[in-house]
Each structure stands twice: as C-alpha cells, then as structure tokens.
C-alpha cells in the first residue's frame, strides 16, 4: 500500500502568496488538502501561486479539487497559478487539458514574475 500524506506550507515573495505543497493529490489527501489550503490562504492576496514541485501524483479527485479552488478564486476576483509541476503530474495537465485552464510556469520564481508584472507590484 502506497502511503499518502500532504503537507502544505505558506510564504510570501514580493508580496505574493506562494503555497508549497508535497506529497501526493489524491482521494484520501484532498479533504485534508482543501481544508488546509483554505485555512492557509491569505484573503489579502488577489493572485496566489501554488507550487506543486513536493506533489508526487495527482489523480481525478486532487485534479478536481484544484479545479473547484481555482473557480472560486476566480469568482472572488482572484487567480492561483502552478509551478514546478514533475513531468508525470505536467503530462496529466496536459492529457486532460488543464494546461488551457491554468496558467503554468516552471518555477516559483517565473510564476511570482508574472503575478508582479500582473498586478503591477513592485518587488
């Protein structure tokens, strides 16, 4: 049996939100992932970077879940961005054309440039 775990932690670059998350998106960790994501994010910041570079695997319900985040983001005037997908997870994105919904970048740095450049924040 594979072990599933996820843990979350937060930080701000530039004044941006990054969320680092590791371990695995799936059905027994995305209760725990959307709660604490929730509780973790910063209501202050429009545009929030989500760095998936500790996810190890995704499947439907971790794909659902960052759908369901990413809609009611937007319905709030907000936008989540990812980083530092791992090519199996980015090949996922890509099969099911997640790819045209969510901004993707390869790293926090390049993600956190494009919030700034954005919202005109100065870093």
């Known amino acids: 049996m594979i072990n599933s775990y996820i843990e979350i932690n937060s930080s701000h670059k530039g004044g941006i939100q990054v969320i680092e998350v590791s371990g695995r998106l799936d ?17 202050k910041n429009r545009e929030t970077v989500l760095d998936m570079s500790g996810i190890s695997f995704v499947d439907s319900s971790g794909l659902g879940v960052l759908v369901v985040i990413f809609k009611e983001m ?43 450049n954005y919202s005109g924040v100065e870093s």
Not at 27 to 43: I, M, P, R
Not at 102 to 115: D, H, M
């Open 74 to 116: 937007k319905a709030q005037g907000g936008d989540m961005l990812l980083c530092g997908l791992h090519r199996n997870v980015r090949q996922i994105f890509e099969l099911v054309k997640f790819d045209r919904i969510f901004k993707i970048f390869n790293s926090q740095e390049e993600a956190v440039a494009s919030c700034l």
């Open 27 to 43: 059905s027994v960790t995305v209760g725990q992932f959307k709660k604490n994501f929730y509780k973790t994010l910063d209501a």
